[in-house]
C-alpha cells in the first residue's frame, strides 16, 4: 500500500507498519458506504508484483510503470486486535522506491510477473491532524484503503492499513486508525481475520488457481 508521504531519498528507506484483509467476490455496496463515511482519494492504478524467482522476505512490484518498489520484511510485533470486528496479522517493512521507465506492451505477460488491476479509495488518519485525504504533509499517521482488485479476471477486495514515520509511533497511528475505521461495524456479516490477513504478494501466491 502506498504511503501518504514521499519516498524518503536516503539508503534507508520508508518504515511501515502494515495490516491487509483479502477476501474475495465483488466489493458490496454497503462496504463502500461503510468507509464512505471518511474522506478518501480513488486512485485507479496497475500493479505488477514479481513472483518467481521467490524471494523470501522481500515484496518487489512495479507501480503504475512508474516505479519500482522494494520492501524488507522486518518481523511482526503480533496480532491487530478489535474485538467482534477484526483480527490481522500486523507486518513490519521497509520500503525502496526506484524510477522506472514505462512498461512494454508484453510486460503483464512475462514470466514470473502477475499484474494486478486496483481501484483504490485511500483516506489518511494522522492524530495530530485528523482524518483527511492523502498529502504530502511529513507528519506521522496511517493510510487506509479499501481498494477493488482484478487479478486474470478474477474479482477480489481489500482493505488495509500503512503507519508511516518515526518508528515509535508507528504503533499508536495504526491504533488510532484502526479504532476509528471500526467504530463502525462493517456491514452484512463480514468477518475480518487471520485467514484473510496477508500482504499482496503472499497472497497472489496462495490464492487458488495460483499454479
Request: aromatic share 8%; hydrophobic share 35%; proline share 8%.
Amino acid at each position: 500500500m502506498t504511503a501518504a508521504q514521499p519516498e524518503s531519498p536516503d539508503s534507508k528507506g520508508v518504515q511501515s507498519l502494515e495490516v491487509r484483509w483479502i477476501l474475495p467476490g465483488q466489493l458490496a455496496g454497503a462496504v463502500r458506504g461503510w468507509f464512505g463515511r471518511f474522506p478518501a482519494e480513488t486512485r485507479v492504478v496497475e500493479d505488477t508484483y514479481l513472483l518467481d524467482p521467490h524471494l523470501p522476505g522481500l515484496s518487489v512490484k512495479v507501480r503504475g510503470g512508474r516505479a519500482l518498489e522494494v520492501k524488507a520484511y522486518r518481523g511482526s510485533p503480533g496480532p491487530l486486535e478489535l474485538a467482534g470486528c477484526a483480527r490481522g496479522r500486523l507486518e513490519s517493512w521497509q520500503k525502496w522506491s526506484f524510477p522506472h521507465g514505462p512498461a512494454g506492451h508484453d510486460s503483464g505477460d512475462r514470466a514470473g510477473w502477475r499484474p494486478v488491476s486496483k481501484r483504490r479509495r485511500i483516506s489518511w488518519f494522522s492524530q495530530a491532524t485528523g482524518a483527511g485525504v492523502p498529502g504530502l504533509g511529513g507528519e506521522p499517521g496511517c493510510a487506509v484503503e479499501l481498494t477493488e482488485v482484478d487479478v486474470g479476471g478474477e474479482a477480489w477486495w481489500t482493505l488495509g492499513f500503512e503507519a508511516t514515520g518515526p518508528a515509535e509511533a508507528l504503533r499508536s497511528e495504526l491504533d488510532a486508525a484502526a479504532a476509528l475505521v471500526f467504530g463502525q461495524a462493517l456491514p452484512g456479516g463480514v468477518e475480518l481475520g487471520m485467514d484473510n490477513s496477508r500482504s499482496y504478494a503472499q497472497w497472489l501466491r496462495r490464492r487458488p488457481g495460483a499454479g
